[in-house]
């Protein structure tokens, strides 16, 4: 399978939760052909082992090509509740994150380069692999051994992530694994500005200085071959009953004026840091719409209430920016949730995932749209 970067538009990267998963699964057949999503190995909820993520990514893509990177976040530590502690149960519990981090931690040796790693990678044969690394200045053999043996493997293309916490170390390495592949095309420089609704300028400064970092390291040949994306998020963490802008193709647009990036996000997924195992007993009803580049955002007042969803829906379908210019799984269950129906949406999980479905869907195709622009200039 030849995967060429530059046909695709919009790189969605999603994480292992089940709602990130029920999003891209009720994608289009269409619609999955039309991206190449990056998909992180992640703990798929509380207790999970590794070998359940394995198993949930397999059947999630199947023959699908994809690329495949590692979620460097811990499994959180079991909570303990102040009162009524059952302490065998949060030891089994503890001892199943210990034993997912225990896993994560051998996949980031750098021993032999990176070989758990590459282990963990042959499993995924229709996989465009991460190049995995924690300290580009102490790990910098390692790293080019990772390339040379996932090529020597049959990888005909490679991916490597870079983002705000890295050392400039990493722009040589990359120079050098370039270097020895038959063209630079073979390798995609995906730039993570991270997540959050400010500091836009100065997270597009950064793609733009990494991407000419890397350029650098480059023959003047090699440059016009790269293919890179630049990826973040602006999703809001807490919301109101509102429209919120993304700011997220603002930054795009940014740094693309200094190279032509592709367009990448979280598929609007909020990823906040679990410090303990702990689930909040309560909810709210959520409904999220997407826009090209805002999202009318519903939320509901009371607390575990279903009836949210059906007012949220009606809410949204009447607010002034619902343009109706979406059919998808996500769009489908909200119109069915406005004249009463929640029979296949009775679960916050399916919410979320309906908004990932819906923001995904739009994104391929303004994604598309945005280039044809670009072309006819």
Same mark, same amino acid.
Request: with cysteine; proline share 4%; net charge negative.
């Given at each position: 399978m030849t995967i060429e970067f530059s046909q695709y538009q919009y790189y969605p990267c999603l994480q292992c939760s089940e709602p #990130?998963? @029920?999003g891209y699964r009720e994608l289009s057949d269409e619609d999955k052909d039309a991206i190449l999503p990056i998909i992180e190995l992640s703990q798929t909820k509380n207790e999970a082992s590794f070998g359940d993520t394995i198993q949930a990514v397999k059947g999630l893509l199947a023959s699908r090509p994809f690329i495949l990177d590692l979620s460097k976040d811990r499994a959180p530590t079991a909570f303990v509740p102040k009162q009524n502690a059952d302490h065998a149960? @949060?030891?089994?519990?503890?001892?199943?994150?210990?034993?997912?981090n225990s896993e994560l931690l051998a996949l980031l040796s750098p021993v032999d380069g990176f070989a758990a790693w590459r282990t963990c990678v042959s499993a995924f044969p229709h996989a465009v692999p991460v190049l995995q690394f924690t300290d580009p200045a102490t790990q910098g053999k390692s790293i080019l051994r990772q390339a040379a043996q996932l090529w020597k493997a049959g990888f005909e293309r490679l991916a490597i992530r870079v983002t705000q916490e890295c050392s400039d170390d990493i722009f040589p390495i990359i120079g050098q694994?370039?270097? *020895?592949?038959?063209s630079a095309d073979q390798l995609l420089l995906i730039v993570d500005c991270g997540q959050g609704r400010t500091q836009i300028a100065e997270r597009a400064e950064f793609a733009k200085k990494a991407v000419a970092r +890397? +350029? #650098?390291e480059l023959d003047a040949s090699q440059v016009l071959s790269l293919s890179a994306v630049c990826l973040n998020d602006t999703f809001p963490s807490?919301? #109101?009953?509102?429209?919120?802008e993304s700011y997220s193709w603002e930054l795009w647009r940014e740094a693309s004026t200094g *190279?032509? *990036?592709s367009y990448g996000d979280y598929a609007a997924n909020r990823r906040l840091k679990k410090q303990s195992t702990y689930m909040p007993g309560d909810w709210k009803a959520q409904v999220v719409y997407a826009l090209p580049e805002s999202w009318i955002v519903?939320?509901?007042a009371n607390a575990q209430d279903t009836q949210g969803w059906i007012d949220g829906s009606k809410a949204v379908m009447a607010h002034a920016y619902f343009d109706d210019g979406i059919a998808c799984w996500g769009s489908s269950i909200m119109k069915s949730a406005a004249v009463g129906n929640l029979d296949a949406s009775g679960s916050a999980r399916f919410w979320h995932g309906a908004k990932i479905n819906m923001h995904i869907h739009r994104q391929i195709r303004y994604a598309r749209? +945005?280039?044809i622009s670009a072309d006819e200039f």
């Amino acid at each position: 399978m030849t995967i060429e970067f530059s046909q695709y538009q919009y790189y969605p990267c999603l994480q292992c939760s089940e709602p #990130e998963h @029920i999003g891209y699964r009720e994608l289009s057949d269409e619609d999955k052909d039309a991206i190449l999503p990056i998909i992180e190995l992640s703990q798929t909820k509380n207790e999970a082992s590794f070998g359940d993520t394995i198993q949930a990514v397999k059947g999630l893509l199947a023959s699908r090509p994809f690329i495949l990177d590692l979620s460097k976040d811990r499994a959180p530590t079991a909570f303990v509740p102040k009162q009524n502690a059952d302490h065998a149960k @949060i030891k089994k519990l503890q001892d199943a994150q210990d034993s997912y981090n225990s896993e994560l931690l051998a996949l980031l040796s750098p021993v032999d380069g990176f070989a758990a790693w590459r282990t963990c990678v042959s499993a995924f044969p229709h996989a465009v692999p991460v190049l995995q690394f924690t300290d580009p200045a102490t790990q910098g053999k390692s790293i080019l051994r990772q390339a040379a043996q996932l090529w020597k493997a049959g990888f005909e293309r490679l991916a490597i992530r870079v983002t705000q916490e890295c050392s400039d170390d990493i722009f040589p390495i990359i120079g050098q694994i370039i270097a *020895f592949l038959d063209s630079a095309d073979q390798l995609l420089l995906i730039v993570d500005c991270g997540q959050g609704r400010t500091q836009i300028a100065e997270r597009a400064e950064f793609a733009k200085k990494a991407v000419a970092r +890397v +350029v #650098e390291e480059l023959d003047a040949s090699q440059v016009l071959s790269l293919s890179a994306v630049c990826l973040n998020d602006t999703f809001p963490s807490q919301t #109101e009953t509102k429209i919120y802008e993304s700011y997220s193709w603002e930054l795009w647009r940014e740094a693309s004026t200094g *190279f032509p *990036f592709s367009y990448g996000d979280y598929a609007a997924n909020r990823r906040l840091k679990k410090q303990s195992t702990y689930m909040p007993g309560d909810w709210k009803a959520q409904v999220v719409y997407a826009l090209p580049e805002s999202w009318i955002v519903y939320r509901h007042a009371n607390a575990q209430d279903t009836q949210g969803w059906i007012d949220g829906s009606k809410a949204v379908m009447a607010h002034a920016y619902f343009d109706d210019g979406i059919a998808c799984w996500g769009s489908s269950i909200m119109k069915s949730a406005a004249v009463g129906n929640l029979d296949a949406s009775g679960s916050a999980r399916f919410w979320h995932g309906a908004k990932i479905n819906m923001h995904i869907h739009r994104q391929i195709r303004y994604a598309r749209d +945005v280039a044809i622009s670009a072309d006819e200039f």
